[in-house]
């Protein structure tokens, strides 16, 4: 076996794989499964909180007491270093993007419960200057007695990679017990480390299963370019020799919609049946744009050679509060 980082245990692992009875029937292709990564806790819940134990662990080692992030207004991975800071006792600071006055709802009013010392930071700086910003923070705040540790955006780099490095192992023993053999994998994709780590995963224990991201965001050419960049930087972590190139990684692009963020009405339709159909509540940032895009891929017929499908819930659900005016009952 691979000798990866150690980690704190935070998460309510295993998380639970169900069959979406329903939805694949009414789909008509292969059988869909759904593994609750959504249940990984309350206030960590999600995938974040599965890197973070890794980063964080990092973090203590270094002797830091105060975790730096950043994210969008209603980031997930925001709320959830929050809720593990203060689990563990340490301080945190969250850089968040937006160009308006925000409504404390949320994500960010659970990041306030939290503690939370935050920043705002408009879209432009956001995507321009987030890493500087965050380093003169530590500056900022190491003269104030804290000891600050930088987590970038969505944890994922190289070691928040071996968070999902570890989800695939735990798939891969939950194959065992039900006696099944999931041959894709689908997830949303925003920054690239849960893709890259189950990547690696899957390359590592030669799982053989194909997985495919659904980009929230920007396109296919970036993540393959960003997924590419976490999976080296996680192998500086281990002594392993892992060959891949940038065309095994599959982006499943075009259902971006909108934008980061922003909702169709289709896809706020499509959260809504789901709930109905399965008593599963999608998000409208990544999870709602996933399924809705795994659901459309299939009535096109791009999965009939998978016989099982993994769908990863990666979280997500607070912040669907801040979109309730777009559902219409
Ligand atoms: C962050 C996030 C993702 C995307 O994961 P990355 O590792 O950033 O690609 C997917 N779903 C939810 C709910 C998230 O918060």
Same mark, same amino acid.
């Given at each position: 076996?691979?000798?990866?980082?150690?980690?704190?245990?935070?998460?309510?692992?295993?998380?639970?794989?169900?069959? +979406?009875?329903?939805?694949?029937?009414?789909?008509?292709?292969?059988?869909?499964?759904?593994?609750?990564?959504?249940?990984?806790?309350?206030?960590?819940?999600?995938?974040?909180?599965?890197?973070?134990?890794?980063?964080?662990?990092?973090?203590?080692?270094?002797?830091?007491?105060?975790?730096?992030?950043?994210?969008?207004?209603?980031?997930?991975?925001?709320?959830?270093?929050?809720?593990?800071?203060?689990?563990?006792?340490?301080?945190?600071?969250?850089?968040?993007?937006?160009?308006?006055?925000?409504?404390?709802?949320?994500?960010?009013?659970?990041? &306030?419960?939290?503690?939370?010392?935050?920043?705002?930071?408009?879209?432009?700086?956001?995507?321009?200057?987030?890493?500087?910003?965050?380093?003169?923070?530590?500056?900022? +705040?190491? &003269?104030?007695?804290?000891?600050?540790?930088?987590?970038?955006?969505?944890?994922?780099?190289?070691?928040?990679?071996?968070?999902?490095?570890?989800?695939?192992?735990?798939?891969?023993?939950?194959?065992?017990?039900?006696?099944?053999?999931?041959?894709?994998?689908?997830?949303?994709?925003?920054?690239?480390?849960?893709?890259?780590?189950?990547?690696?995963?899957?390359?590592?224990?030669?799982?053989?299963? &194909?997985?495919?991201?659904?980009?929230?965001?920007?396109?296919?050419?970036?993540?393959?370019?960003?997924?590419?960049?976490?999976?080296?930087?996680?192998?500086?972590?281990?002594?392993?020799?892992?060959?891949?190139?940038?065309?095994?990684?599959?982006?499943?692009?075009?259902?971006?919609?909108?934008?980061?963020?922003?909702?169709?009405?289709?896809?706020?339709?499509?959260?809504?049946?789901?709930? &109905?159909?399965?008593?599963?509540?999608?998000?409208?940032?990544?999870?709602?744009?996933?399924?809705?895009?795994?659901?459309?891929?299939?009535?096109?017929?791009?999965?009939?050679?998978?016989?099982?499908?993994?769908?990863?819930?990666?979280?997500?659900?607070?912040?669907?509060?801040?979109?309730?005016?777009?559902?219409?009952?």
């Amino acid at each position: 076996m691979v000798n990866i980082p150690s980690k704190i245990k935070i998460a309510n692992l295993p998380t639970k794989i169900e069959k +979406l009875e329903r939805l694949s029937k009414k789909l008509g292709g292969p059988s869909i499964f759904i593994k609750r990564d959504d249940q990984t806790g309350i206030e960590f819940s999600g995938n974040k909180v599965r890197k973070l134990e890794f980063a964080v662990k990092e973090a203590m080692d270094q002797g830091c007491n105060l975790l730096i992030t950043c994210g969008g207004i209603q980031s997930n991975h925001a709320r959830a270093t929050a809720a593990v800071a203060a689990k563990v006792g340490m301080a945190s600071c969250l850089v968040l993007r937006t160009n308006k006055e925000e409504e404390i709802d949320g994500n960010y009013f659970l990041d &306030k419960i939290l503690g939370a010392k935050i920043k705002f930071i408009t879209p432009k700086e956001y995507k321009e200057s987030r890493m500087e910003i965050m380093e003169e923070l530590k500056q900022e +705040l190491s &003269k104030e007695g804290y000891k600050p540790y930088i987590i970038p955006e969505g944890a994922s780099n190289g070691i928040g990679t071996f968070g999902y490095f570890n989800a695939m192992e735990e798939i891969i023993e939950q194959e065992k017990e039900m006696g099944i053999k999931f041959d894709a994998v689908v997830i949303a994709v925003g920054s690239g480390g849960t893709y890259g780590g189950l990547f690696l995963g899957n390359k590592v224990m030669n799982n053989g299963a &194909k997985i495919y991201g659904v980009n929230a965001c920007e396109n296919e050419e970036y993540f393959k370019n960003q997924i590419d960049k976490v999976i080296k930087e996680s192998l500086d972590y281990i002594d392993e020799v892992v060959e891949f190139t940038k065309d095994e990684i599959n982006i499943l692009d075009g259902y971006v919609g909108r934008g980061y963020a922003l909702s169709r009405p289709e896809e706020i339709e499509f959260i809504h049946e789901i709930a &109905k159909l399965e008593g599963i509540i999608l998000d409208p940032v990544y999870t709602g744009k996933a399924m809705y895009g795994l659901a459309n891929e299939i009535k096109k017929g791009s999965f009939k050679n998978h016989n099982n499908i993994l769908f990863i819930h990666t979280g997500g659900l607070y912040g669907l509060f801040s979109k309730k005016d777009l559902f219409s009952f």
